[in-house]
């Protein structure tokens, strides 16, 4: 069983025990938080496609830690004019592990 779920403004494929990295959510570490927006469920060969979204089908997560992603180092530069310019940027994440997901 698999879903597509919107978290955090993008589309995530999970299933069931799945961890994975999000933008950084409101929520403590060690909550609970479910997602609303639920746009496809799988379930042993029945797929539902929602309308844009399936009414009543929710995901649930646990959030396991706050962190920070890998740096990623922006350089501009034009060429003979004496224009350099370095910036990094380290994205805030959230991990979270699915801990269901329900449809009607």
Request: aromatic share 6%.
């Amino acid at each position: 069983m698999y879903a597509i779920v919107d978290i955090a403004g993008k589309q995530f494929k999970v299933q069931k025990d799945q961890k994975l990295y999000v933008h950084r959510l409101g929520e403590d570490a060690g909550k609970s938080v479910s997602f609303d927006n639920v746009m496809l469920v799988e379930d042993a060969g029945k797929v539902t496609v929602g309308t844009p979204s399936i009414k009543g089908a929710t995901v649930k997560a646990k959030v396991l830690d706050h962190l920070k992603g890998d740096k990623v180092i922006v350089f501009k530069k034009k060429r003979r004019k004496g224009y350099k310019v370095k910036n990094g940027h380290r994205q805030y994440l959230t991990q979270i592990q699915i801990e269901s997901i329900k449809a009607k």
